[in-house]
């Protein structure tokens, strides 16, 4: 045997057990058998997101960008898709813990309505929108135009 094999630290490895997400030292990730009747898994929250860009114009590759909340070392990093008449408002809380900020009301002529992602996260203030996301999450929020806007 070489002789760098005297001083080598072996270790065996079950793949089976690598995902274990209760600890019992069996393996059990996710297959899409098991995705398919969970509304909650990650399958289906690609289905939802593709099926969100394929109705939405103003998520194809020709849509307008435009950041609207963007600091450095601050979250959410918000920003919006226009297309024609469509104005989506994206937001992105890629952090653990969540966060909050103050947008204009002019984004929006009236509570702008969830495509995808926390149902109440918008509250308007006397002249502002007050903006909220939990940790590790996102939206797609349409906003709505002012009557006899073009």
Request: glycine residues 10%; aromatic residues 8%; positive net charge.
């Given at each position: 045997m070489p002789d760098w094999s005297e001083k080598a630290v072996f270790y065996e490895i079950y793949p089976q057990s690598f995902y274990d997400s209760n600890g019992d030292g069996i393996g059990d990730r996710p297959d899409v058998a098991s995705q398919l009747s969970d509304p909650h898994s990650l399958l289906q929250r690609v289905r939802q997101l593709i099926a969100l860009r394929q109705a939405h114009p103003a998520l194809a590759a020709t849509g307008e960008f435009e950041p609207v909340y963007s600091k450095s070392g601050k979250l959410p990093f918000i920003y919006l898709r226009?297309?024609?008449?469509?104005?989506?408002?994206?937001?992105?809380?890629?952090?653990?813990?969540?966060?909050?900020?103050?947008?204009?009301?002019?984004?929006?002529?009236?509570?702008?309505?969830?495509?995808?992602?926390?149902?109440?996260?918008?509250?308007?203030?006397?002249?502002?929108?007050?903006?909220?996301?939990?940790?590790?999450?996102?939206?797609?929020?349409?906003?709505?135009?002012?009557?006899?806007?073009?």
């Open positions: 226009q297309s024609g008449d469509e104005k989506l408002l994206m937001a992105l809380n890629p952090a653990n813990l969540p966060c909050e900020v103050t947008l204009d009301h002019s984004l929006s002529a009236g509570l702008p309505e969830t495509r995808y992602g926390q149902p109440d996260a918008f509250e308007r203030t006397q002249s502002k929108w007050r903006f909220r996301l939990p940790g590790v999450s996102g939206g797609v929020y349409q906003c709505r135009r002012k009557a006899g806007a073009p």
